[in-house]
């Protein structure tokens, strides 16, 4: 059984940080995959995508 935190998913979808990718992010709940993805777009990313593992959400874009 997966573990997520709430602390872990808000952060992913308010502050993602930008900086490398693929990106994984531990803990966080797959509903937080939408706005991440909204994020991303509105940053200016493209090829936006955010896969679900076992660990948790890994996250791919480019500029």
């Known amino acids: 059984m997966t573990t997520y935190s709430f602390k872990a ?9 930008t900086d490398h990718f693929p990106l994984l992010l ?3 709940h797959k509903l937080a995959a939408f706005f991440i993805l909204r994020r ?3 940053l200016g990313y493209s090829n ?12 791919y874009a480019q500029r």
């Not at 998913?9 to 940080?17: E, G, N, S």
């Not at 936006?48 to 996250?59: E, F, H, T, W």
């Open 9 to 17: 998913t808000w952060k992913a979808a308010t502050a993602l940080p």
């Open 26 to 28: 531990p803990g966080v």
């Open 40 to 42: 991303l777009k509105k």
């Open 48 to 59: 936006c995508r955010v896969d679900s593992s076992s660990k948790g959400l890994v996250v």
